[in-house]
Nanobody, 113 residues
């Protein structure tokens, strides 16, 4: 069974870059046709897909976030990483990593000075 665990700072200052890592167990991020995603939920709002990295390393981003988002991976550690630049308080949210109906527990990130 695949398990995902997010990690990263819970507080980021405005204009800085948010960086989160998802560590995957029970499956390889290189397995063919596996797609790994980042999704967030701002307070009081719905889920928002941010982007996906494929088994091949190809990446796909939400058009609304594309200019600020980068997803990469470290296959040796079976991890994939989210970077969101130039954050504002509106980027405050619970951030989840996701694969095929498997969710990480989520990590709260607050953007505040």
């Amino acid at each position: 069974q695949v398990q995902l665990q997010e990690s990263g700072p819970g507080l980021v200052k405005p204009s800085q870059t948010l960086s989160l890592t998802c560590t995957v167990s029970g499956g390889s991020i290189r397995t063919n046709y596996y797609y790994w995603s980042w999704i967030r939920q701002p307070p009081g709002k719905g889920l928002e897909w941010m982007g996906t990295i494929a088994y091949s390393g190809s990446t796909y981003y939400s058009p609304s976030l594309k200019s600020r988002t980068s997803i990469s991976r470290d296959t040796s550690k079976n991890q994939f990483t989210l970077q969101l630049s130039s954050v504002t308080p509106e980027d405050t949210a619970v951030y989840y990593c996701y694969y095929n109906n498997y969710w990480g527990q989520g990590t709260q990130v607050t953007v505040s000075s």
